[in-house]
Nanobody, 118 residues
């Protein structure tokens, strides 16, 4: 069994910052790509940022220049530093990882709420 557990969400004022963290645990052989997605009310889930085991990153246009994804391969963790937050960033943020156990599959965290409001 594999679990992804997120932390770090909350309420922040426009222009503020938050850091999300996600830890993978369980019968893990290796962790491949890790990513953060988000889903706002009434909208589809969308990719925010992705990072490969080697550290190659890609970002959604809305995240470029404001968000930074990073990972610690030794700890099987991924983080998302979010700066210059605005109300449009309000959403449920999900951690995702492609993980090899006895086979390779994608796993989701339970989600952490980010609310940007004055």
């Amino acid at each position: 069994q594999v679990q992804l557990v997120e932390s770090g969400g909350g309420l922040v004022q426009p222009g503020g910052s938050l850091r999300l963290s996600c830890a993978a645990s369980g019968s893990i052989v290796s962790v491949q790509d890790m990513a953060w997605y988000r889903q706002a009310p009434g909208k589809q889930r969308e990719l925010v940022a992705r990072i490969s085991p080697g550290g190659t990153t890609n970002y959604a246009g809305s995240a470029k220049g404001r968000f930074t994804i990073s990972r610690d391969n030794a700890k099987n963790t991924v983080a998302l530093q979010m700066n210059s937050l605005n109300p449009e960033d309000t959403a449920l943020y999900y951690c995702y990882a492609n993980i090899r156990t006895s086979y390779t599959d994608g796993y989701w965290g339970q989600g952490t709420q980010v609310t940007v409001s004055a």
